[in-house]
């Protein structure tokens, strides 16, 4: 039987991991999001950064525009500048903001990106954080 090598092994599950870290951030942007529009706040809106490094605490100004165009893709983060990287190439950059870069997730790390898009229908509540 053919098993596979481990270190491929390895970088499906960094992938799925990195992938999983970005939902999380981009849970926290739809909550920003939300608040902003009850509180019929101006443009732009600082959102959280939402790249592989779950220290990161970069915050990016993004119009609601620009926002809600990253989140009509499931597999697109919005990133700030220079943290496009460090998913070891599970990701490619889609649009050059002034501010932000938006990259698009590739492969496994795709379809987590999917399977946890809060508006894809597959998202519950277990997963979200509540707070
Ligand atoms: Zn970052």
Redesign the pocket.
Known sequence: MFSPAPCEQQREVDAEQVARNDAVFRAANERIRDAAAGLDAGDPLPFI???A?LA?R?LIPLTREEYEDVRTHATWFA??PG?EGGSDGASRVVEHGDAYLVVEKLGRASDVAEALDPRGGSWTSEHAESG
């Open positions: 950064c939402e790249c490094d990161c970069e990133v700030s943290h």
